[in-house]
């Protein structure tokens, strides 16, 4: 375990801009419910299934644009660490300090393109599944053949296990970074505020 010197000393920062927050929030409401909607589904809340799940999508779709014109710290390039920002993030990461990144740490980056992956990967073979017993099925299942239909469902099922996953191993982070490294990541996504000591996000070293 090796002790990362600070450059600069550490600062409040408006880290999280308005949009991203409210992102965020809203994204833990729909995916929460979705996945309520989804495994409790019945008759009468199956179509209800589907709206959260739109709204998820355009979430998704709001956040990959937002990423291309919103500020530094939620820009997509800030989602791709590089190698070796990632092995130097790596070897200080049971430090038992803030990391006070910027932004996301590299690895945090690397957890948030696997979550909006899995995501995607559920809105869209949720446009394409079918649930035979509800009579109900996504508004795109009508234009495939029904082998693919059945694919789309399966893959539906187990990418909704994936999401789960990431969830846990989200929470399980956040509350790594709150207890080893006495960082409250939670505040600033709430507040936006931040105390920050290495900028630019993924220049780790
Ligand atoms: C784009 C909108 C969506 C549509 C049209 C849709 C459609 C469906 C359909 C038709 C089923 C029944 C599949 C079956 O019979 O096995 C289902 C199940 C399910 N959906 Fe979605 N879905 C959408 C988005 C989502 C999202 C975003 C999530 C999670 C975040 C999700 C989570 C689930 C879960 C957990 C199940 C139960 C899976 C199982 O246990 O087999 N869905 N969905
Ligand atoms: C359905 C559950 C959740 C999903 C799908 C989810 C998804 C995400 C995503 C996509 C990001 C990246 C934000 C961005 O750059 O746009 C993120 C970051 C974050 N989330 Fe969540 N989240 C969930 C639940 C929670 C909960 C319950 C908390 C608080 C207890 C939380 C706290 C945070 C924090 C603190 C960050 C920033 C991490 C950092 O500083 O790098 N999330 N989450």
């Keep these: 375990m090796t002790d990362v010197p600070a450059k600069d000393p550490p600062a409040r920062r408006k880290v999280w801009d308005v949009p991203t927050r409210l ?15 989804g495994e409790y589904r019945g008759f009468s809340t199956i179509q209800l299934h589907f709206y959260f799940g739109y709204a998820t999508g355009a979430l998704i779709a709001f956040r990959l644009l937002w990423g291309i014109i919103g500020p530094a710290p939620v820009r997509l390039s800030a989602l791709f660490p590089s190698p070796k920002a990632i092995l130097a993030y790596l070897r200080t990461i ?9 932004g996301h740490n590299p690895i945090g980056a690397l957890s948030v393109l696997a979550m909006l992956a899995a995501l995607s990967t559920q809105v869209i073979t949720g446009l394409c599944a079918e649930d035979d017993g509800l009579f109900a099925e996504g508004p795109l299942a009508q ?3 029904s082998a693919t239909v059945l694919k789309m ?11 789960m996953a990431l969830i846990v191993l989200h929470l399980a982070a956040i509350l790594f970074y709150r ?3 006495h960082e ?8 936006g505020w931040k105390t920050v000591k290495r900028d630019p996000p993924n220049n780790i070293s």
């Design 23 to 37: 992102f965020h929030w809203a994204l833990v409401g729909t995916v929460l419910t979705g996945l309520y909607l």
């Design 94 to 102: 049971f430090t038992r300090r803030p990391c006070g990144v910027a």
């Design 143 to 145: 234009y495939l053949d």
């Design 153 to 163: 469902t399966a893959i539906h099922h187990y990418s909704s296990r994936v999401v």
């Design 179 to 181: 207890i080893w490294k």
């Design 184 to 191: 409250n990541l939670v505040t600033a996504m709430i507040t």
